[in-house]
């Protein structure tokens, strides 16, 4: 059924850059929009399979890369707006079109006609009668992998079993998502005693009232928890009750009740253990590395473990090395989980005489935005950035900026998302609402979104030093797709393998702590004093600080992902009731069952992992800091922030996105495969 052409996503929206006319989107759009786009996407390419001309770039991978164009505008923006301003109808819609969309990729690549279509272009290619330049032949090259990755080549009745657990597995992963997400919100915990807030900031506290009185109690505060295990207030706040009930709130997430998410888990595990076999594959995770740079699951378990031993003995090491601060506080008291943060803030001070809530008034967002993560683009790579306030998003907190070249031209527009709200998904990410490419002529919208606590009216935006980092990680990502220079659209940015796509994104952490950036953006926000030298070096000096709990909690997860998805099936829980003990033996396999570090997800809310996305995947973050590690110090031998490393960077990596091999392009800019040895430096390893 045609889609009614008064519906705002029918036809390419008329704003600067193509940016969506959220004004005039409603929730009752997408849906039908997103339906009439997959029907319109299956039409256009079965024309392309039933084409009976000879196959030519133009009719086969031109024709695919313009196909599709309504399904796209409908799922950039709901897929931007979904997770970050959602509701009952946004959700009831993401939990309808989940599986339709997984049909539809089954249905583009289980098609033997479009497959031979394309395989028929790869002949012509072989005997020379088509010469494709290096980007047509890596499409070609990744395309035909798609089709035997997905299964086209297996008999009719296995390709019908592969749809259903497809179906299934898309169902699943939808509803563990908004699962996590309810019991996100329902963990908060609710504070009646004030006194117990002692280490919260003023403008903390008043955002917890807030917070609680939006949620309609009549009094007390309300301490909202983030997705990872360790949360924030847990840093600062002194009383140890409530900081067990926090942590407690936070790791029992999931294990029961109304937002139990583990039978979820374990249909998941076995779904994803079964399709891997039926491709052919020992395991999921052997499955999910073989499209990366990894190659092998081997290789990722491999360097996991042997990171493992390293990072939990720095951990324990750690824990001595805060015991007398602990029994300075709790005489004769063991340290527990919810314990470890605040005295390791504690012992952060006494070494280096810096108290991390000292540095927040230094740390104002739009200090660190516009001097910070925009003047070291500006300083790489000649962009600048300037905000339309008459363009708009989904949410009236979305900011709009305009980004153009050095010489005036345009690159594209990037949104910025930066505060919590009860709709929105935890963490931190990247989305794009339109892929830059050179076949259609678009130029890249992105957005980057951020869970920062929104201060009461009139009051600054104070950051931590981890928000900080954050922000200049995901703009990293926001980087990645505005500098973007390919010619199709599957090739845009970020499109490259998600063991790759973290890689430039760490690469941009760097500039938070550069010695000409964080002058500009570590100014007293009342004051206008610059964060005092002393301080500055300790922060960087204090880099190597607590590295040992940070990698390991990283590492506990890492390997929890890796374990769900390469243990045979016949092995994995069959009941949820076994997830937790699944979980312990997992971490207690590599040595990482320490209960004073926490994974940093637990199986019950890891969303990276079964809401998909990074599911056999989370260990792309350190695959990723090897080539970021190995790069930071590349760049600093040969000048540091220079127009000349960073069009060195954009040029030959970043606008590359994903047209050719990953790998080779690092190779290309770097001149040589990466070293270990830096990332071991940085973490402060020893093998």
């Known amino acids: 059924m045609p889609l009614d052409a008064a519906n705002p996503l029918a036809a390419p929206s008329t704003l600067p850059f193509g940016l969506p006319d959220f004004a005039a989107i409603r929730d009752e759009h997408y849906q039908p929009a997103i339906e009439a786009g997959i029907a319109e996407h299956l039409a256009e390419l079965a024309a392309v399979a039933a084409d009976t001309e000879p196959a030519t770039v133009a009719n086969v991978i031109e024709a695919w890369e313009s196909s599709g164009r309504l399904l796209s505008r409908a799922l950039h923006a709901f897929e931007t707006k979904q997770p970050a301003d959602t509701n009952e109808v946004l959700d009831a819609v993401e939990a309808a079109v989940a599986p339709q969309l997984a049909a539809h990729a089954d249905a583009i690549l289980l098609d033997r006609a479009l497959y031979e279509r394309v395989a028929a272009l790869a002949r012509r290619v072989e005997s020379g009668q088509v010469e494709l330049d290096p980007a047509s032949a890596y499409w070609l090259e990744r395309r035909l992998l798609d089709f035997e990755r997905a299964g086209v080549n297996l008999p009719e009745e296995e390709q019908a079993r592969l749809r259903a657990m497809n179906h299934r597995i898309a169902e699943v992963q939808s509803e563990f998502g908004r699962t996590a997400l309810a019991g996100m919100n329902a963990g908060a915990v609710l504070v009646t005693d004030e006194a117990e807030l002692e280490g919260l900031s003023p403008a903390q506290v008043a955002g917890a009232r807030e917070r609680a009185a939006a949620e309609g109690h009549a009094s007390g505060w309300l301490i909202e928890l983030d997705n990872t295990s360790g949360q924030p207030s847990l ?78 003995a720095n951990a324990r090491a750690e824990a001595a090395d805060m015991e007398p601060v602990w029994q300075r506080i709790a005489p004769g008291e063991p340290m527990a989980a919810w314990d470890w943060p605040y005295v390791a803030e504690l012992l952060r001070t006494e070494r280096y005489q810096l108290d991390a809530t000292l540095l927040r008034p230094y740390l104002e967002l739009e200090r660190v935005l516009h001097d910070g993560v925009f003047a070291a683009a500006t300083g790489l790579y000649g962009i600048t950035f300037a905000e339309r306030d008459d363009l708009v998003g989904y949410n009236d907190e979305v900011r709009v900026f305009e980004v153009r070249e050095a010489d005036g031209s345009p690159v594209g527009l990037f949104l910025a998302d930066f505060y919590t709200r009860p709709g929105k998904q935890g963490g931190a990410w990247m989305n794009n609402l339109v892929d830059q490419n050179h076949l259609l002529g678009e130029l890249p919208v992105v957005i980057n979104n951020a869970n920062l606590v929104k201060p009461p009216a009139g009051e600054p935006s104070l950051m931590t030093w981890d928000d900080v980092v954050t922000l200049f990680h995901e703009f990293g990502h926001a980087l990645h797709g505005l500098l973007s220079d390919t010619r199709y659209p599957s090739q845009s940015g970020t499109e490259t393998p998600r063991d790759f796509v973290e890689y430039p994104s760490q690469v941009n952490e760097m500039w938070a702590l550069d010695a000409d950036i964080l002058p500009r953006y570590a100014v007293h926000h009342a004051t206008g004093e610059p964060m005092p030298a002393e301080w500055v070096e300790t922060l960087r000096g204090s880099t190597l600080f607590q590295q040992g709990f940070r990698t390991t909690e990283y590492l506990g997860a890492a390997l929890l992902d890796q374990v769900w998805h390469r243990t045979p099936l016949e092995e994995l829980p069959t009941d949820p009731e076994q997830v937790e003990e699944f979980e312990r033996a997992a971490l207690a396999s590599v040595g990482l069952d320490d209960e004073l570090v926490p994974p940093r997800y637990r199986s019950t809310y890891f969303r990276h992992t079964f809401e998909g996305g990074y599911d056999a995947g989370y260990y792309s973050y350190i695959w990723s800091e090897v080539l970021d590690a190995d790069t930071a110090a590349f760049i600093r031998a040969n000048g540091g922030l220079t127009r000349e490393n960073g069009e060195r960077f954009r040029r030959r990596l970043l606008a590359r996105g994903g047209s050719i091999d990953a790998m080779d392009a690092f190779r290309d800019y770097r001149g040589a495969d990466p070293e270990l040895h830096h990332l071991l430096e940085r973490r402060g390893l020893e093998l």
């Open 235 to 312: 840093h600062v706040l002194a009383n140890r009750g409530l900081r067990r009930r926090i942590q407690q709130a936070s790791v029992s997430r999931g294990l029961g009740g109304e937002h139990d998410t583990r039978p979820l888990v374990v249909e998941l595990a076995r779904l994803r253990a079964e399709r891997a076999a039926l491709l052919g594959f020992g395991n999921h995770a052997a499955y999910v590395a073989a499209d990366g740079c990894a190659r092998t699951g081997q290789a990722v378990w491999d360097l996991l473990t042997k990171l493992a031993p390293a990072a939990a």
